[in-house]
Nanobody, 123 residues
Framework: VKLVESGGGLVQAGGSLRLSCAAS????????MGWFLQTPWNERESVAA????????YYAVSVKGRITISRDNAKNTVYLQMNSLKPEDTALYYC?????????????????WGQGTQVTVSS
């Protein structure tokens, strides 16, 4: 499985970006997918996740209401629509095919990773 992210860039605070992650896998629909972020001073942490079966979603508290995760199984693609961006959203964003998804405790562990796409929000 290969994951390729795109859509990152430089945006002013309050702006929007849409990240995309294209997966080269025949059984994309069975994978729970997630987006994680990483900064130079923090470990990689989950931002959002979407299940492969019933498309339930999870959002980190810091992004809830501003970010929407979605997927198009026909296109083997997962998206992250990011609105009302803040400077603190600046990070390297990774797409992942999740290896473990606990939808009750909201714990997600990435298994297969893309190369990451940089999001920079200027104030």
């Amino acid at each position: 499985v290969k994951l390729v992210e795109s859509g990152g860039g430089l945006v002013q605070a309050g702006g929007s970006l849409r990240l995309s992650c294209a997966a080269s896998v025949r059984t994309f629909s069975i994978y729970d997918m997630g987006w994680f972020l990483q900064t130079p001073w923090n470990e990689r942490e989950s931002v959002a996740a979407i299940s492969g079966t019933d498309r339930r979603t999870y959002y980190a508290v810091s992004v809830k209401g501003r970010i929407t995760i979605s997927r198009d199984n026909a296109k083997n693609t997962v998206y992250l629509q990011m609105n009302s961006l803040k400077p603190e959203d600046t990070a390297l964003y990774y797409c992942t095919a999740l290896g473990s998804s606990d939808w009750y405790s909201n714990r997600f562990i990435g298994h297969l990773w893309g190369q990451g796409t940089q999001v920079t929000v200027s104030s």
